[in-house]
């Protein structure tokens, strides 16, 4: 197993995003797909991390178990992956108290659920929405109209078709909401390095 401590990673601070590449699932492709951006990015998953005894947590809001906090490496890591890549970004102008403030945050949200339908006023947290609230009052991040149809053809992906039929609700075209690749292309974020 991958080891992951501060000695080993000096650069990971508490407060920094990591950003997880697309994950090889119907939902991970759906989402990739219709969040592309100009830039080079293909994330579909987000954390945050914390430095604890010399090691790093990443809290984050996963599919299959809700807000979480895993070690670095579980993070990194995923059973039903091929390949992805993962990223560190930190946040240029951020204060000490900032960060503590988000991490506190991030801790009294364990134990709520995924927001499948990925619609700010439903019940729990989708992966972005996530870390979006944890630092919503510094203004870090904005929320944009979600669109959940591809770029080139303007029709919806069929993987969200499918995703929102089984939910037996119509599909949030133009709500407010954020997504990790979004994110990533912030003016509010600096990249640090490729930690996979």
């Known amino acids: 197993m991958l080891s992951v401590s501060c000695t080993n990673r ?49 809290y984050h809001s996963d599919l299959d178990k809700g807000v979480i906090k895993e070690p670095l490496e579980v993070f990194i890591s995923s059973e039903d992956t091929v390949s992805f890549n993962v990223d560190l970004y930190r946040i240029k102008s951020i204060k000490s108290n900032q960060i503590e403030n988000a991490i506190a945050i991030a801790k009294s949200l364990i134990g709520n659920p995924y ?53 037996g609700i119509a599909i949030p075209e133009g709500k407010l909401g954020c997504n990790p690749n979004g994110m990533a292309n912030s003016n509010a974020l600096i990249f640090i390095k490729k930690i996979q």
Not at 15 to 43: C, H, P, W
Not at 152 to 164: A, R
């Open 10 to 58: 000096p650069q990971i601070k508490s407060g920094d995003i990591v950003f997880r590449g697309a994950l090889d699932s119907n939902l991970s492709e759906a989402i990739n797909d219709v969040t592309q951006t100009e830039k080079s990015t293909n994330y579909t998953h987000i954390g945050i991390c914390d430095v604890v005894d010399g090691s790093v947590v990443v």
């Open 115 to 167: 927001n499948t339908t990925y619609i700010l006023e439903d019940k729990g947290y989708y992966c972005s929405e996530y870390i979006y609230e944890l630092f919503k009052n510094d203004s870090v991040f904005t929320l944009e109209p979600m669109s959940f149809k591809n770029s080139e053809t303007n029709t919806f992906h069929k993987g969200w078709i499918t995703h929102y039929k089984n939910l």
